[in-house]
DNA sequence: GCAAAAGTGTTATCATTACACCCATGG
DNA sequence: CCATGGGTGTAATGATAACACTTTTGC
């Protein structure tokens, strides 16, 4: 390889063969597309994973459920472009969002071509104040949503299901709880998510031998029932002690 | 929430308040920008993982090396982009293909604000011949590339990283041997791409459990050492049995 | 016959599963 | 005192990890 690369480049410093001097000119020649971002805002409220939604304000999808979205602005990176979407909606910023992936199906918004690229959102509903209640912005259970405007459908259980093993993988679920928590609110959001039954000693002996709960000293409040103990999420120990994972399994 | 969608039907029915008629006068309002996608291909050749790339043909980025994108045309498809590229540059046609990640930032390109999707593939490379010797489209082992055009050095490291996960969960890797491969090619390419030694009685014991190896009863051939069996991947099997994990680890 | 890699089992350790009783609180 | 869920331990099973010698081929 050494050797090609020296001949080529003494090559071209020559002759410049077909090399593009304008890169704007050529970008200007590109087709160009509206794009948006589409947030799936995940939260978690009496035992039901919920999801944020707002009814669609396009005549066609009249009566739809919709994703909180907004078009790219000029120049905005689209993962600011998600952030800002979140904080217009819910005052939140800083919240816990990642890219899940890009929707391009040409006939997927009734008004022409638009790619949208899916947001996944964590947030602890308790703390949100949801001030404005434009479009019916408000909860839903994700088991509960039968039909959507465009494809939010597909991209909601898209990221559903991305949720479901990212949460497997990467302590995630704390993002949906209040900051401090007891094992069973833990155990519940795992078994809403994941739509199985745990048992219920053994997720407690998981989640106690990773070490990374903090024993917060304090104990529930106001349930009909002995109070559970609650617990911190320590995410600083677990950014140092995450580990590296090799094994095969599929 | 029955009786929400009630009430707020009825009151929208008689008066529409704010519901947009023309959705497409709506999209003509977006902003619009530049989508290209970029392939990662991945190969695997004398126990080294390379990937496949040609000479930029920006003047800006003499000599660099750049992944294989084009834009993507009007009312394409952004996987039917993809595998275009694929095609026009290999002459593959279904290959393995998926998407892994939208780059979004405003300065990724020096010709102004292009949005790339990124999207990773994996080919035997024995199959192949590169009969577009453009650019000296050519295999780079991917430990030895140093820099790249654009921000294509990022992209190749996200898809490398993607697949060095995805291939522990998933069948991939036989996307990267010949039909009929070795053991020891097989893990060859699980350490070349985990970058691990293993031992290689696990490994077999591992694959063989699995069952989803069959004997093809040929054995390798021009080897200057004992020759080892032959195996191709049940595919079809492994459709059938992938099987619901549920295990909380992190 | 030598070099090089194929092929092959056992043991120890660790993680996962299944399972039942007493305890603390509110009502 | 009753209902509800909190809190706890053990035994069986299955997966993983460590480790060495014999066999087959090409040269």
Same sequence: chains 1, 2.
């Avoid at 090399?19 to 597309?33: E, G, M, N």
């Avoid at 690229?117 to 602890?124: D, E, G, K």
């Avoid at 104990?219 to 103990?229: A, F, I, L, Q, Y």
Wanted: one cysteine or more; a negative charge; aromatic letters at 10%.
């Amino acid at each position: 390889m050494g050797k090609e690369v020296g001949i080529s480049t003494d090559d071209d410093r020559q002759f410049t063969p077909g090399l593009i001097k304008d890169a704007r000119k050529l970008v200007d020649s590109y087709p160009r597309v509206p794009i948006t971002v589409d947030c799936v805002i995940f939260g978690f409220e009496e035992n039901d994973l919920k999801i944020l939604l707002i009814r669609s304000d396009l005549e066609i999808f009249k009566g739809e459920w919709s994703l909180l979205g907004d078009f790219a602005a000029d120049n905005e990176d689209l993962d600011e472009a998600a952030q800002r979407v979140l904080q217009q909606r819910t005052g939140m910023h800083d919240v816990y969002l990642e890219q899940v992936k890009i929707f391009s199906k040409p006939d997927r918004h009734p008004g022409g071509r638009v790619l949208t690229v899916a947001y996944c959102s964590l947030l602890s509903i308790e703390h949100i104040k949801l001030d404005k209640i434009e479009n019916e912005l408000h909860w839903h259970k994700v088991t509960e949503i039968k039909s959507m405007a465009f494809d939010h459908k597909e991209i909601m259980m898209e990221c559903y299901r991305w949720l479901q093993k990212r949460i497997q993988e990467h302590p995630l679920g704390f993002n949906l709880l209040p900051k401090k928590f007891s094992l069973r609110e833990l155990q519940n959001l795992y078994e809403a998510i994941l739509n199985v039954k745990l048992d219920r000693r053994n997720f407690r002996k998981k989640f106690f031998s990773m070490d990374l709960l903090i024993d917060t000293g304090e104990m529930e409040d106001d349930v009909p029932h002995r109070p559970g103990k609650l617990y911190e999420f320590d995410f600083a120990k677990y950014e140092n002690t995450k580990r590296r994972w090799t094994g095969i399994d599929f």
